[in-house]
T-cell receptor, first 112, second 115 residues
Framework: DSGVTQTPKHLITATGQRVTLRCSPRSGDLSVYWYQQSLDQGLQFLIQYYNGEERAKGNILERFSAQQFPDLHSELNLSSLELGDSALYFC???????????FGPGTRLLVL | EDKVVQSPLSLVVHEGDTVTLNCSYEVTNFRSLLWYKQEKKAPTFLFMLTSSGIEKKSGRLSSILDKKELFSILNITATQTGDSAVYLCAVTSLNYGGSQGNLIFGKGTKLSVKP
């Protein structure tokens, strides 16, 4: 158990819908990262937050957005969902920028 | 474009064998290389390497980084069925995403250890 928690574990929804994934980092970690893992693309970096501020963006679609709250938990919002958005979404946290990242158990999203 | 390439993509061995997994990278302003083990779900951290030529060791696993030749290897000795997993290599770069610490992953090596 890495200490990073994610909810929900599984999510099934329909195309066009909107979902919110939640992440709580390890105690003391200020940086939160979101990754998407699909069968064909592997693990892809989406976005990073540090102490409430967005610090970097990777391969994140405009339909996706995220934020980190004052208590340091983070939410990833996915809207206008498409079949291709079906994937495992991981959250990771680290104490500092560039520190070792510890991954949560992931949320498996299935868009039908 | 920054990239991380792992080989082989998959590997089948028998218990007790020794395996070597490879990771090569091309990144701008390399900062660190990390190895993760992914079984059913979340990647679990194994090693972080930042200095060339210094071996990191944990039990039967060890890893070394060659910053001149831009590669790393992960060795597993006396393999056990519990070592069956996908092993992921990732690098961090100061430039990727405009910050530091964001991981660029390879596609992974799927290791299957048969009894």
């Amino acid at each position: 158990d890495s200490g990073v928690t994610q909810t929900p574990k599984h999510l099934i929804t329909a195309t066009g819908q909107r979902v919110t994934l939640r992440c709580s980092p390890r105690s003391g970690d200020l940086s939160v990262y979101w990754y998407q893992q699909s069968l064909d693309q592997g693990l892809q970096f989406l976005i990073q937050y540090y102490n409430g501020e967005e610090r970097a963006k990777g391969n994140i679609l405009e339909r996706f957005s995220a934020q980190q709250f004052p208590d340091l938990h983070s939410e990833l919002n996915l809207s206008s969902l498409e079949l291709g958005d079906s994937a495992l979404y991981f959250c990771a946290s680290s104490v500092e920028l560039g520190g070792t990242q510890y991954f949560g158990p992931g949320t498996r999203l299935l868009v039908l | 474009e920054d990239k991380v390439v792992q080989s082989p993509l998959s590997l089948v061995v028998h218990e007790g064998d020794t395996v070597t997994l490879n990771c090569s990278y091309e990144v701008t302003n390399f900062r660190s290389l990390l190895w993760y083990k992914q079984e059913k779900k979340a990647p679990t951290f194994l090693f972080m390497l930042t200095s060339s030529g210094i071996e990191k060791k944990s039990g039967r696993l060890s890893s070394i980084l060659d910053k001149k030749e831009l590669f790393s290897i992960l060795n597993i000795t006396a393999t056990q069925t519990g070592d069956s997993a996908v092993y992921l290599c990732a690098v961090t770069s100061l430039n990727y995403g405009g910050s530091q610490g964001n991981l660029i992953f390879g596609k992974g090596t799927k290791l299957s250890v048969k009894p």
